[in-house]
């Protein structure tokens, strides 16, 4: 290619893409596919909730959830440069709102207020996540005008799980210890496979959830000491998607609906759970499989990741239709 081929990035001012905060960035952060661009920066699949929430005297600017664990995830954005009275906004609308993960999204971050997130991020548990992002504005020549997040402040990961971990393994049993590490390596293989399947992060628990677009649903990856088709003890790793949201049982009926031209779709047989004494319903695949054997990771990690993905790229579109689907069960 020629060099007189190439383009000239050109910085762009904010306002000439939103004259307004309130009545045109607000409601353009808060559309699908912004959202989508936004979590992507940050690591997580985002569905909002609702626009300029009230919370006391004040209304926060979007409210979401984290589709992969249904938590509050709140983001106050600002068309100029952070100040103090945003700051405190936050956290006033984190404390009514009990959002776990805040998002503050400007022009351009003080070095003041990039400290204050830091040395919270640093202080607060697990809990809470607290992100700094600015937003720019970009074209080439004609081009339509591109928008760009820069991280700015995040959690520090690395440095509270150790701390955490150093304080805390003597109080977890054996287990899930193992647990632990199984889905710690996990996250690690899928990252260096570059999978569009995400991770949350590692925790001490038989399960690790992965978004799918929706709230109320998500993908698991499961580890068990017992068959759950056989109630025999017994380990298995299994992927599913489970269902958890208010309509769970309706939402289960529409899919199973479907079941033959999902199962033709993934090219494998499902377990259709729907136990009549819970409100949760699971859709999954299961191996025999023992994940406390380090050595057999290499393999359960690809059969994983494989379901995952064939399960993510076939239910992720008609589990975002659900909601308006009247029950007929058309896909």
């Not at 996990?186 to 995400?198: N, T």
């Not at 499961?222 to 769970?248: C, F, Q, W």
Request: proline share 5%; glycine share 6%.
């Amino acid at each position: 290619m020629k060099p007189d081929r190439f383009g000239r990035l050109e910085r762009v001012d904010l306002r000439e893409g939103w004259r307004s905060e309130a009545s045109d960035f607000t409601p353009w952060l808060a559309q699908e596919e912004n959202l989508k661009l936004l979590g992507d920066s940050i690591g997580i699949d985002l569905e909002c909730e609702a626009q300029e929430k009230s919370v006391g005297p004040f209304r926060a600017d979007i409210l979401c959830k984290d589709t992969a664990t249904d938590n509050w995830v709140l983001i106050e954005n600002q068309l100029d440069r952070t100040d103090h009275t945003h700051l405190g906004q936050l956290l006033t609308y984190a404390a009514g709102l009990n959002a776990v993960t805040i998002v503050w999204v400007a022009e351009r971050f003080t070095d003041e207020h990039r400290a204050a997130l830091d040395w919270l991020n640093e202080r607060t548990d697990d809990n809470i996540n607290l992100f700094g992002l600015e937003i720019e504005l970009w074209r080439i020549g004609d081009s339509p005008i591109a928008p760009k997040f820069n991280i700015i402040s995040q959690p520090n990961d690395w440095s509270r799980t150790v701390r955490e971990a150093a304080g805390a393994v003597a109080d977890i049993s054996q287990s899930k210890q193992a647990q632990l590490a199984f889905s710690t390596g996990f996250k690690r293989y899928m990252e260096s496979k570059g999978s569009f399947v995400r991770c949350q992060k590692p925790l001490p628990q038989h399960w690790t959830n992965h978004a799918i677009g929706r709230s109320g649903i998500h993908l698991s990856s499961v580890v068990s000491g017992r068959n759950s088709e056989t109630g025999v003890k017994a380990p298995e790793i299994r992927a599913e998607l489970y269902l958890d949201a208010d309509d769970a049982k309706r939402e289960f009926s529409i899919l199973e609906k479907q079941r033959a031209n999902i199962e033709s779709a993934l090219a494998f047989p499902l377990t259709w759970h729907n136990p009549e004494d819970k409100a949760l319903c699971r859709i999954y695949t299961r191996l025999d499989a023992d994940y406390r054997d380090q050595a057999q990771w290499p393999q359960q990690f690809e059969w994983l990741r494989q379901r995952l993905e064939k399960l993510h790229g076939v239910f992720a579109p008609l589990v975002r239709n659900l909601r308006a689907d009247p029950g007929n069960g058309e896909p």
